[in-house]
């Protein structure tokens, strides 16, 4: 990738030949590190750079992503990689493909956004390759945007083996299907990727449902760069496929050794996660992390000057077994409204206690928290959830 990137990636080629690098300095993924690190920012102002020179249009998928961020960027895949990816994703598949639902030929329901990347990779792949029909797989794609109670109502006509989605929203699928007592089918288990989960929604599906939950960790810059097995202990990482490092403040740094399009080395995605170092027990030696828990790394102003990490504010949700779901608004360094979608067997008031004890804890014990109690909360038109929405996003400090 290296070497393809010298000859047709324009920044690649310059950011070398600055460095006094040339392809055969790179003899292992280590070597990557010797790289700048790309930016979301410095794809989004300049995607040609980054775009080889050795494909036509024709040939290539472009992919828009994250206009909720307001960083929205272009990412340029090629036809092989696109379907060297397919089989990439046999890693994941073969952990429940064949004994939770059959190999092929079983039923997954995709709950997306409209416009949504898995869409367009899927017709540009049909269109392009051949695929026997008893290895295809019956998929149906429902839009995230619906109202939540048409959305279980097509699932329930649909009785799928899998229901893919964003974390946030099968955290609320689940919560609306428990509060109401609607006819649901249960499918055989449920994977996600985009944002985070709680870690008391995944007990409450996997537990109060018996539905297992997989995460599968990819971005519209890199497709598969990890998954959950079925220890469910954070996330065996693709290295030969997508290195992976993990910068000081622990965002995630990836090289992509896929995709020839655009062609991103070294490029950092917004995930905070931790190195696992226990070898798994399901006996798989690809390295494990921490699962990421959404892309917003967004600090929020803490009252005595400093900044809290969101990982401090998630870590008092973590806890609560009651809690589907939660969204976080800071008013004042040290004000917060804070929205629950709760459990029938939540016990509302002590939840509440112990959640203002929480914030106290991190913001001081000036700290006014005004929890409320609701059915639903507010997604963006792009359909993710910013469960905490800080003041103002203040830099990491060193
Ligand atoms: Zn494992």
């Not at 996997?206 to 220890?231: D, H, L, N, R, S």
Request: charge should be neutral; charged fraction near 25%.
């Amino acid at each position: 990738m290296v070497e393809h990137a010298w000859r047709t990636v324009p920044f690649w080629r310059e950011a070398m030949r600055e460095r006094g690098l040339a392809p055969r300095d790179f003899r292992g993924e280590a070597d990557l590190a010797r790289l700048p690190v790309v930016e979301r920012s410095d794809l989004q102002r300049d995607p040609d750079r980054f775009r080889s020179t050795a494909f036509r249009d024709a040939d290539l998928l472009a992919l828009r992503s994250g206009g909720s961020t307001g960083e929205p960027i272009t990412v340029r895949h090629d036809t092989g990689s696109l379907l060297a990816n397919a089989a990439h994703g046999e890693r994941e598949r073969s952990i429940w493909a064949g004994s939770r639902v059959p190999r092929f030929g079983y039923r997954e329901a995709v709950v997306v956004p409209p416009f949504n990347a898995a869409i367009e990779v899927q017709r540009f792949c049909r269109e392009r390759a051949w695929l026997p029909a008893r290895a295809d797989i019956d998929r149906r794609y429902l839009s995230m945007l619906d109202p939540i109670d048409e959305v279980i109502a097509a699932l329930d006509d649909f009785r799928p083996h899998i229901v893919h989605s964003y974390g946030s929203f099968l955290e609320a699928l689940f919560a609306r299907v428990e509060a109401t007592g609607a006819p649901f089918h249960r499918p055989a288990l449920v994977t996600y990727s985009s944002d985070g989960m709680s870690e008391s929604a995944r007990a409450r599906i996997a537990g109060g449902f018996g539905v297992p939950v997989f995460c599968t960790y990819q971005a519209v810059e890199m497709f598969k760069i990890g998954f959950e097995c079925e220890a469910h202990d954070g996330v065996h990482v693709n290295i030969d496929l997508y290195p992976l490092r993990l910068d000081a403040d622990g965002t995630v740094i990836v090289s992509n050794l896929v995709n020839r399009a655009t062609v991103l080395l070294n490029y950092r995605l917004a995930d905070v996660v931790a190195p696992i170092d226990a070898r798994c027990p399901c006996g798989r030696t690809l390295p494990r992390i921490t699962r990421p828990q959404g892309r917003s790394v967004e600090f929020l102003p803490a009252p005595d000057g400093g900044v809290v990490h969101p990982q401090a504010i998630r870590t008092i949700f973590t806890a609560e077994r009651g809690v589907w779901q939660y969204q976080v608004d800071q008013i004042e360094p040290a004000r917060f409204v804070v929205r629950v979608v709760a459990a029938a067997d939540c016990d509302r008031a002590a939840a509440a206690r112990r959640i203002g004890e929480g914030f106290a804890h991190w913001f001081g014990s000036g700290s006014a928290v005004d929890v409320r109690y609701v059915d639903a909360l507010e997604r963006t038109a792009g359909g993710k959830l910013r469960p905490i929405r800080a003041l103002s996003p203040a830099p990491p400090t060193p």
